[in-house]
T-cell receptor, first 112, second 115 residues
Framework: SQQGEEDPQALSIQEGENATMNCSYK?????LQWYRQNSGRGLVHLIL?????REKHSGRLRVTLDTSKKSSSLLITASRAADTASYFC????????????FGSGTRLLVRP | DTGVSQNPRHKITKRGQNVTFRCDPI?????LYWYRQTLGQGPEFLTY????????KSRLLSDRFSAERPKGSFSTLEIQRTEQGDSAMYLC?????????????FGPGTRLTVL
């Protein structure tokens, strides 16, 4: 079973606009990560935020984490056509397991 | 290229046949993970190794599935008596036990089609 739900399932925006994706999870976590997957290719790690952090930035990416609501958001600013991909949140839980538990993903289309 | 590699990239087989996939992790990484991903879904954890020890197995890993990591380097995932429901992308990832242990680096995957 999967840990999280992502919202929206699909998002279509114009190049230059910002894209926001949300992720909710069920159990207490050690950290939450965001991955990108281009069509038919492997997953690329984007950013990791630990349970004691509230916000993190990396380039055009901004991630927030609200552990009280068990939710996270990923903001991509000034989107580019190359950002078109599926985006997944994944958590590592507090039970000392190292496995990633993935959400169902948001499919982002950036129109040129 | 020093990333995670997987072979083959694609495998088409007939129901009932056995298949084996290989994963070569990043050389200094001591943890190795297998995940399965079906169309439109996020990856689901199957199993993971720390060095040569298989430390956790998902309930998804039926007795037809077996994974090994001899000598703590490459890993193989074998599926015996394949079923059509086994059709999926099989992803391998590796990570390094240390200060930043939680970033897993994924390979390109092996896409299995069972006819």
């Amino acid at each position: 079973s999967q840990q999280g739900e992502e919202d929206p399932q699909a998002l279509s925006i114009q190049e230059g606009e910002n894209a926001t994706m949300n992720c909710s999870y069920k159990t207490s976590i050690n950290n939450l990560q965001w991955y990108r997957q281009n069509s038919g290719r492997g997953l690329v790690h984007l950013i990791l935020i630990r349970s004691n952090e509230r916000e993190k930035h990396s380039g055009r990416l901004r991630v927030t984490l609200d552990t009280s609501k068990k939710s996270s958001s990923l903001l991509i600013t000034a989107s580019r056509a190359a950002d078109t991909a599926s985006y997944f949140c994944a958590t590592i839980t507090m039970d000392s397991s190292y496995k990633l538990i993935f959400g169902s993903g948001t499919r982002l289309l950036v129109r040129p | 290229d020093t990333g995670v590699s997987q072979n083959p990239r694609h495998k088409i087989t007939k129901r009932g046949q056995n298949v084996t996939f290989r994963c070569d992790p990043i050389s200094e990484h001591n943890r190795l993970y297998w995940y399965r991903q079906t169309l439109g879904q996020g990856p689901e954890f199957l199993t993971y190794f720390q060095n040569e020890a298989q430390l956790e197995k998902s309930r998804l890993l039926s007795d037809r599935f077996s994974a090994e990591r001899p000598k703590g380097s490459f890993s193989t995932l074998e599926i015996q008596r394949t079923e059509q429901g086994d059709s999926a992308m099989y992803l391998c990832a590796s990570s390094l036990r240390g200060i930043s242990t939680d970033t897993q680096y994924f390979g390109p995957g092996t896409r299995l089609t069972v006819l």
